[in-house]
């Protein structure tokens, strides 16, 4: 009895090893690499369990993106650093960390594929800021949301879904005030403004936002004090100051928080 369940055992280790890495390796005979760290799937995506090559490899990962289980790898590490510089957690969870006023670009990395996360970046929505990252950029974001997304302990707060048809709902003050010249979104309203000459104010009390260099950190009364005299704490800001009454910097600081 104990000598069969042996036999059995050997089996399933031997199939459940062997199996799902020879349907890639039988065409990729020359391509045998980085074997102790797993199955090539584990890096190229893609489907080990067909011979037939349209199935085996939808969703692959090429050369270029598989560097993103590779210990220490410079591409991973300049991904990391251009999405901190960038600030996309203002707007997106990435990892373990981020808002979510957009996509979990964890789950983006699951859910779409290589060529539409890479239109994402390069030509963004409406309300995510463009970044004119070059390929290369994009290519070394797309391994650190990969490395990140891999390594995420899977929590996913969710995301707000956008409203866009608040119109009928009525004037936003922000959108009358700020809108000409900043875009935002907020949870509650739905994405603002319509303005690029100001940066985009997603997530501008969180931490995940990346201020100017003059501020900290944003928050209530440093904001009041910037939209009286931007001056007063960038000496050549170029946003004008505004004059705004009590209950319109409220709501504006309502949106913010909201
Ligand atoms: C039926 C044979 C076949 C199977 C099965 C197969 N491949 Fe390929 N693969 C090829 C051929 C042929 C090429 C080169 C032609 C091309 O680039 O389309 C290729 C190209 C690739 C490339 C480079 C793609 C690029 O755009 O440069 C990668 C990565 C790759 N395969 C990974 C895999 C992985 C991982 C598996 C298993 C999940 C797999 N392949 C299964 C035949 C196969
Ligand atoms: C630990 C991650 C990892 C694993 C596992 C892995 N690869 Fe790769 N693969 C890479 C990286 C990184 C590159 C690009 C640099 C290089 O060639 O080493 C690459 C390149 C390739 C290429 C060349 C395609 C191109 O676009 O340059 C092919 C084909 C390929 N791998 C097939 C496989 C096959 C088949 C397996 C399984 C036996 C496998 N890989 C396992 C990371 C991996
Ligand atoms: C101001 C907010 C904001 C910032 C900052 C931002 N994005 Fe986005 N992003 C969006 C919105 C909005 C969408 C489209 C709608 C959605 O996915 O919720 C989007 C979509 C995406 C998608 C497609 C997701 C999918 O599942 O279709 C990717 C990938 C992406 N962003 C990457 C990035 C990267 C990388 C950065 C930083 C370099 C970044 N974003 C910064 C708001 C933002
Ligand atoms: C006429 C265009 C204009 C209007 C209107 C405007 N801003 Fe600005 N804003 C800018 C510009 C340009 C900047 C870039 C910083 C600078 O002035 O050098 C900026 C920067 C900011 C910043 C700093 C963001 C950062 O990167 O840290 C905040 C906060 C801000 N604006 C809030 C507001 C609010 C709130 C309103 C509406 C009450 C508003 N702005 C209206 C043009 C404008």
């Not at 808002?99 to 964890?106: E, F, K, P, S, T």
């Not at 859910?111 to 390929?135: G, H, R, T, V």
């Not at 302990?153 to 709902?169: P, V």
Request: glycine share 6%.
């Amino acid at each position: 009895m104990a000598y069969k369940l042996l036999i059995l055992l050997f089996i399933l280790l031997s199939v459940g090893h062997i199996y799902p890495e020879e349907m890639c390796v039988s065409c990729h005979i020359n391509k045998i690499h980085y074997k102790s760290k797993g199955l090539c799937t584990l890096c190229h995506l893609g489907n080990a369990y067909t011979t037939r090559m349209d199935l085996a490899h939808k969703n692959i990962l090429n050369g270029d993106y598989a560097y993103f289980l590779i210990k220490d790898n410079w591409k991973v590490f300049k991904g990391n650093d251009l999405i901190e510089k960038a600030a996309c957690r203002r707007c997106h969870t990435v990892g373990n960390e981020g808002n979510n006023i957009a996509a979990n670009l964890n789950e983006s990395t699951r859910e779409k594929d290589i060529k539409m996360l890479n239109d994402a970046i390069k030509n963004p929505f409406l309300f995510m800021p463009q970044y004119n990252f070059s390929k290369k950029q994009i290519v070394y974001i797309l391994n650190a949301l990969f490395n990140n997304a891999f390594y995420s302990n899977g929590s996913n707060k969710g995301y707000t879904i956008l409203h866009f048809n608040r119109g009928i709902k009525g004037k936003n003050i922000f959108d009358e005030k700020c809108g000409m010249c900043h875009k935002m979104i907020s949870k509650k309203s739905g994405p603002l403004g319509s303005g690029s000459r100001g940066p985009n104010l997603s997530g501008l009390f969180t931490y995940e936002f990346n201020p100017i260099k003059e501020v900290k950190k944003w928050n209530e009364k440093k904001l009041r004090e910037w939209i009286k005299n931007p001056r007063g704490i960038k000496k050549n800001a170029l946003m004008p100051p505004i004059i705004l009454k009590e209950e319109e910097i409220k709501e504006i600081i309502k949106t913010f928080n909201e």
